[in-house]
């Protein structure tokens, strides 16, 4: 039964400008495959929501073929890459040339990635069993991990009071309630078949049946950026050899768009390299002079409170800003190369502002 075009709120948004009424009656019929997904349930967020960017997600991987005729142009726009252009992934940590300035004021280094497993559905879309079947997958694989990637897994349903605590005072569990990731449908059936992976020293976490089926994150203070990416690299293959090996899936590859995710923002390496870092010249200097030199540096910086936190004193958040396009290690190298230009820099305009 076809759908009448939507009112979409988010007048600005790249879903907007994409989703024609001539594409919308052409799609708005389809359903795929995998998950059951429909172009009205993608763009759920950019109809019901006014600043919506974007404003579109993946239910499953078929999505993107789909729907490829919303979601090719809006890629190719959002990434700035060409329509014929293809992905390359390289997590090769012997190729990162230097680190960050030792005596930066850097306090943690975080690296997360996205990964999602073939045949299950993302996010948006995914069925109950399949939210389950990932997860006990995950309780198998994470198993198999050893070493320093040993450790233990908590799902979110029946959580002792006493491990939510700590996962909180550690700043590790993820919370229910962002009216993003409800309107886009990831919080269907919460809590159940969610839960936080962490290795014993908690520099090696996963969180399953979050935005992407695995969020894996290796974090450690200070500013060894390299060592929290070899860690990263190796988790990465433990765990997708674990899953392998458990149940012959592989995480969504596509030669295209790189490693599948639910949101076409996080396509490609869908990886953010961020430093948590004082910057009091800049801060003096004023924000926006900041944001501009970022974009120069191709880096995003934050708050220090998450994405959409208020910035507090002079701790930022500095990130490689691309994820499609580049590999792994080209987007840890420009964070690496472009922490320590803002450090430096930043120790002239402290002289400057005095």
Not at 20 to 28: H, M
Not at 317 to 336: A, C, F, P, T, W
């Amino acid at each position: 039964m076809a759908e009448p075009y939507p009112d979409i709120k988010s007048k600005h948004s790249l879903v907007a400008k994409y989703v024609t009424k001539p594409l919308w009656d052409k799609l708005n019929c389809a359903i795929t495959k995998t998950s059951g997904f429909t172009l009205a349930k993608a763009i759920a967020c950019a109809a019901e929501f006014d600043n919506q960017h974007c404003g579109i997600y993946a239910g499953d991987w078929d999505s993107y073929k789909v729907f490829a005729d919303v979601f090719d142009p809006l890629i190719q726009e959002y990434h700035g890459i060409a329509a014929d252009s293809t992905h390359t992934s390289d997590m090769d940590a012997s190729k990162i040339k230097g680190t960050i300035d030792p005596t930066a004021p850097v306090h943690s280094t975080r690296i997360r990635v996205g990964r999602n497993i073939d045949g299950f559905g993302l996010s948006p879309g995914i069925t109950k069993d399949q939210r389950i079947g990932v997860e006990n997958l995950m309780k198998k694989a994470f198993a198999n991990l050893s070493g320093d990637l040993a450790g233990t897994y908590y799902p979110l349903t029946g959580m002792d009071e006493k491990v939510r605590q700590q996962l909180v005072d550690d700043h590790f569990l993820f919370m229910s309630g962002d009216p993003n990731l409800k309107v886009a449908g990831m919080e269907r059936d919460w809590p159940e078949g969610r839960g936080i992976f962490h290795n014993k020293d908690k520099t090696f976490l996963t969180w399953v049946n979050e935005e992407d089926q695995l969020r894996i994150i290796s974090m450690q203070n200070g500013g060894d950026v390299k060592g929290v990416f070899d860690r990263l690299a190796r988790g990465i293959k433990a765990v997708g050899d674990s899953v392998k090996k458990e149940s012959g899936r592989e995480f969504m590859l596509d030669p295209k768009y790189g490693y599948i995710h639910s949101c076409p923002t996080n396509l490609g390496t869908g990886m953010r390299a961020s430093v948590h870092v004082d910057l009091p010249g800049y801060t003096k200097a004023g924000v926006n002079i900041l944001k501009a030199r970022c974009e120069e540096l191709h880096l995003q910086p934050r708050g220090t409170r998450g994405e959409s936190g208020g910035q507090t004193g002079i701790t930022y958040d500095i990130s490689n800003k691309h994820r499609l396009g580049y590999s792994e290690v080209q987007l840890v190298q420009k964070m690496i190369d472009g922490v320590n230009t803002l450090v430096k820099e930043d120790r002239e305009l402290q002289k400057k502002h005095k």
